[in-house]
């Protein structure tokens, strides 16, 4: 039975032991300090807006965490994980943690510390790997500090003023369509408001909300404001925003019959038509049509005679010294107003002022 002979570190004198293999003449702790035991592959150019924190990830600019160093952190970190290899005679590579550090001219470094296993013993190295950072403003935030804008969002109403409850509505909807980030600028107008996007996509997906939640009409246009750096047409897409200026509870004619506009829910505008005794639901699109064509009207675009409400059951209305029997909606008081209305041989009584 031959004595095995027990190897040693030419640099330390260390005798080899089971957590201490020698490898190429050093001792694990001797071969940790003398050379590289992992390294990170696939080391990519990290750029980063220094404005919003935004960061490139092939081609496109995905949202940071807010904050600057921060984000360079997190793609750090992301890089190291994904990249790390052990380098022979290391078999196997663990990340424990990642520091990014800063040094002097700017420079970004990753301390990296991982646990590696040489000849099935463990040891843990820290090594510096240099980070390729790039700081440079993304589209965005280039466009804004430029006052440049690829969208216009021209909120107004049909009764020529938009108001403020309106524009809180809007606001929050511009909230659902994107980050406060896509606004450019507000521009306040004598008959409303005009917001100023970066994005066509979240100017559309406003408007679109709008539609759906304000029975608002939408309108696209687009328009050439110039060339790019590539060469192609750049265009500016202006959204008109028209808010309708019923209120619930006001009267209206649809196809000449009396009606009450009882509200707007879910896309759709909500009639009850006093003749026929039924309700109607018009979609946003439908309603704008028959706005247009004059299938409806207001009862200010047309010429209606004025009473007063003479008595409420039953409902009798005074038209010019005349007292005539009407029928109306339940909620008319004594002594109000009302527009008043012949339609197939009955009269009907519609409020003149909405509640
Ligand atoms: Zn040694
Ligand atoms: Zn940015």
Redesign the pocket.
Known sequence: MGRRRRRF?V????LEAPDNPIVDG??L???TEERPLFEVKSKRKLVVCPVCSSYLVDNSWVKGTGDVEETIRMLAHRMVEEGLRPVPPAEGAELLSVEVVRRRGGKYFAEVTAEVIVKGAKTVQTLTVPLDVEKKPCPKCLMKSGKDYDAVLQIRSESGRVTLEELRTAGELFAKAGSGEDVVELVDQKNGLDVLLVSKEVAKRAAQLMRFNMGAKIIESYSVVGMRKDGKVRTRLTISVRLPKLKGGEGLLFFGEPAIFEGFNKGKFSLYLLHSDKELKLPTDEWWQLRKSGKIKYLDEVYLKVGTVESENPLKVNVGGEVVEAEGPPDLELGEEVYVIEYKGKVYALPKEPR
């Open positions: 570190c640099k330390c004198g260390a050093l001792c702790k001797c071969l």
